[in-house]
């Protein structure tokens, strides 16, 4: 069984300063991480993914994500956090092994102050 | 031009009514998916289809049925509605055969009211 654990329910931070948004995962075989947000009464959005190759990753909107084997994470990050990244972010993990099944985390609610 | 559209967004209705939600995607896409958003926010994969072949179903009631007429489209039918039903129905879909490395696209939800 695959698994996604995203400890913060809610990140406060104030705009300027470097968000983390974090996510550990199991799962069997090799794994595939993304990262969406999804905007008040909107769909998701994906942002990030890592399937192989390159341990950081970059997305949209300025977003990056290192994926950290030897502890199963895969933290989102951005150096300058807008007001406007404010929103709902899921982590979600699949695999080789699992027939293209995405599990998501219970998502992680950004808030970023002026 | 929406990549993957929805309808109804909204739907009202009473407990032990019959109601559909239809999918399609524009994007090519070989895969298509419905997952179910509560309440809490939580997010759940109900059912996958690829080339319209059932791939992935979840523990989801049997009053819960996917079709899908072709690979653009995933409908959801779901009879006698209960109150426990009332969530985002979100559909979604992604490039490549089942053990796919691509991103999902998801519609903007349906949003199901069970009074």
Redesign the interface.
């Known amino acids: 069984a695959q698994s996604v654990a995203q400890p913060e329910d809610q990140v406060n931070v104030a705009e300027g300063n470097p968000l983390t948004v974090k996510c550990t995962y199991s799962v069997s075989g090799n794994p595939y991480l993304f990262w969406y947000v999804q905007y008040p009464n909107r769909g998701l959005q994906f942002l990030l993914k890592y399937i192989t190759g390159d341990n950081l990753v970059k997305g949209s909107y300025g977003f990056e994500a290192e994926f950290n084997k030897s502890q199963t994470s895969f933290h989102l990050k951005k150096p300058s956090a807008l007001v406007s990244d404010s929103a709902l972010y899921f982590c979600a993990v699949s695999s080789n092994t699992n027939a293209g099944k995405s599990t998501f985390g219970d998502g992680t609610t950004l808030t970023v102050k002026p | 031009d929406t990549a ?1 559209s929805q309808t109804p967004k909204y739907l009202v209705t009473q407990m032990g009514n019959d109601k559909s939600i239809k999918c399609e995607q524009n994007l090519g896409h070989d ?1 298509m998916y419905w997952y179910k958003q509560d309440s ?6 109900m059912f ?1 289809y ?1 080339n319209k072949e059932l ?2 179903n979840e523990t989801v009631p049997n009053r819960f049925s996917p079709k899908s007429p072709d690979k653009a489209h995933l409908n959801l039918h779901i009879n006698s509605l209960e109150l426990g039903d009332s969530a985002v129905y ?1 559909c ?1 879909s ?1 490039q490549g ?5 691509g ?7 349906s949003r199901l009211t069970v009074l």
């Open positions: 993957v895969t809490k926010k939580f997010l759940k994969i996958s690829n791939i992935i979100f979604a992604s055969a089942p053990t796919n490395t991103e999902l696209f998801f519609g903007e939800g």
